[in-house]
């Protein structure tokens, strides 16, 4: 029976955000924009609130099923951790989208940049729920 450790998945949820801030914002927000073809005060426009609720939903059902993943594959430590996330974004991330961003046409400054950002999360919270259980 795999026992997942909530406090760690929240853990985990919340750094995935605080990644996701700054890989959007000062790191790679502007670049980001331009690739999707939006502008600073369209985002403002946005209901961010909202926005930001079901992304955090999504980063702890993420954390969630990393977090069992992790207990079945028995990773007890940060570099074992991190290389199931390494694995979970290779095998269900990375190629899915690569497939999604050809197929769509979009640029592949684009897929970097947001497949990037998956890759740094899940390694992340990889290497939290592997040291912290």
């Known amino acids: 029976m795999i ?3 909530y406090i760690t998945v929240l853990i ?4 995935a955000m ?11 927000g502007y670049n980001w924009m331009g690739l999707i073809g939006i502008s600073k ?17 999504g980063v702890l059902i ?5 977090s069992n993943f992790i207990q079945s594959g ?12 390494a694995w979970a ?3 269900f991330v990375g190629t899915v989208m690569l497939g999604n961003y050809m197929f769509s046409k979009k640029p592949i400054n684009l897929y970097l ?13 990889g290497a939290i729920i592997g040291v912290m259980g």
């Open 3 to 5: 026992e997942v450790n």
């Open 12 to 15: 985990s949820a919340v750094a």
């Open 18 to 28: 605080v990644i996701g801030s700054v890989w959007y914002g000062p790191l790679f």
């Open 41 to 57: 005060s369209d985002v403002k426009k946005e209901d961010m609130p909202k926005m930001y609720g079901v992304m955090f939903i």
């Open 62 to 66: 993420e954390a969630y099923v990393l």
């Open 74 to 85: 028995g990773a007890t430590n940060i570099i074992d951790g991190a290389k199931v996330g």
């Open 89 to 91: 974004w290779l095998g």
């Open 113 to 125: 940049i947001d497949a990037g950002y998956a890759l740094v999360n899940l390694l992340v919270m």
